[in-house]
């Protein structure tokens, strides 16, 4: 029970992200823009589980900058894979999976944020 919020939280902004549309306004593509979101919350549910033995600041300062790069690689593997006209495959690639290591990593940061102490506290 003490980790509900944790898990509905993240669960309830993605919901809200897919009813606005919001990684293909950010720059995913339209085809699989809602994909990415539905892949990476579960992903980023389980990273925060895996991450809660950790101290809180830096499972938040970790997940955080991993957000960060993941959303600069999905960018920059957008823009080489439209510069090659559609060539560059692994381009490509790094624009569909840094769409969904951000998803995965931005769940894990509320995720992360609204996890409970350890003790209870």
């Known amino acids: 029970m003490r980790y509900l919020p944790a898990l509905i939280a993240p669960a309830a902004l993605a919901l809200l992200a897919l009813a606005l549309n919001l990684t293909q306004n950010l720059g995913a593509h339209p085809w699989w823009a809602q994909t990415v ?3 990476g919350l579960p992903l980023g549910l389980i ?4 991450l809660s033995r950790w101290p809180a600041s830096w499972r938040i300062a970790m997940v955080l900058l ?5 959303f600069a690689a999905a960018t920059l593997g957008k ?3 439209a510069a090659s006209y559609a060539e560059d495959a692994l381009a490509g690639q790094m624009w569909y999976f840094g769409w969904i290591a951000t998803c995965a990593l931005a769940s894990a940061l509320f995720a992360t944020a609204l996890w409970p102490r350890r003790g209870g506290h």
């Not at 991993?66 to 993941?70: E, F, V």
């Open 37 to 39: 979101i539905l892949i």
């Open 47 to 50: 990273l925060a589980a895996l």
């Open 66 to 70: 991993g957000t960060g790069a993941a």
């Open 79 to 81: 823009a080489r894979f």
